[in-house]
């Protein structure tokens, strides 16, 4: 990892129980500017559950999260959402078009958006421009979560939460997504966190959180025992 002062979100101790049963326990991570971070690991070890955590969707029963420095409860919850955005893995589309999507964060800040630049984001994730008058009921799983993710890149964060959003893309489609956010990443200063099982995915990472169980996780670069691993089913 790089050498950085204050992480830019860190997690530390967090701890969370639903139905009685332990989902995470005393679960501590950093995530730091510029870096791509995978988490994997089998069903059922927390790691939707830590993303929707992150992203202030739900509280931990115990443990601190701080945003630069500062615990995230001293943010109003907007002006928090804006710079640690999840992008879950089955996305909820807003209004009916795919244009009503793409135009909603813009619509959140009181301005209007620029056509033309909507329809540059579409053809840079292979989705045509007619696209914006679609329906977003006629949507396939993979447009669906293509639209979510430009919609999360519109205004763009410090930190990006992602679940899974690739796996209802084929695998050119898988690599075009993984290479923009990449490309993000080393440009932008973007932070990411990334919940995925692709093993070409994990290869890329600069770092791979593995979970095994609510209260045992690993963190480091990518080996090849991760890589084995990241075969199972989500």
């Known amino acids: 990892m790089k050498d950085q ?3 830019l979100l860190a997690v530390d ?11 995470l326990s005393d679960l501590s991570l950093t995530l730091n500017a510029g870096e791509f971070t995978l988490i994997t690991g089998p069903s059922g070890c927390g790691k939707s559950t830590l993303l929707k955590i992150l992203s202030s969707l739900i509280s931990p029963q115990s443990g601190e999260i701080t945003f630069a420095g500062k615990n995230i409860s001293q943010y109003a919850p907007e002006q928090y959402r804006q710079q640690v955005s999840y992008c879950a893995q ?3 589309l807003f209004g009916d078009t795919v244009a ?4 909603f964060p813009w619509t959140l800040r009181r301005k209007t958006a620029d056509k033309q630049q909507l329809i540059k984001e579409l053809r840079r994730f292979s989705l045509p421009e007619t696209m914006l008058d679609q329906p977003v009921t006629a949507l396939s ?3 669906k979560q293509r639209i979510s ?3 999360h ?3 763009l964060p410090q930190v990006l939460l992602l679940d899974e959003i690739t796996s209802a893309l084929d695998e050119q489609n898988k690599r075009q997504v993984n290479d923009i956010i990449h490309q993000y990443v080393r440009e932008k200063n973007l932070a990411v966190l990334w919940v995925t099982h692709d093993v070409d995915e ?3 990472a600069d770092n791979v959180i593995r979970l095994t169980s609510p209260s045992a996780q690993q963190e480091g670069t990518p080996s090849e025992k991760t890589k084995e691993d990241a075969s199972e089913p989500a």
């Open 5 to 7: 002062k204050t992480p």
């Open 13 to 23: 101790k967090i701890n969370y129980r639903a139905g009685g049963s332990p989902i």
């Open 90 to 92: 089955t996305p909820s």
């Open 100 to 103: 009503d999507n793409l135009q």
């Open 141 to 143: 799983g993979g447009e």
């Open 149 to 151: 993710l430009i919609r």
């Open 153 to 155: 890149l519109q205004f």
């Open 202 to 204: 994990i290869r890329h």
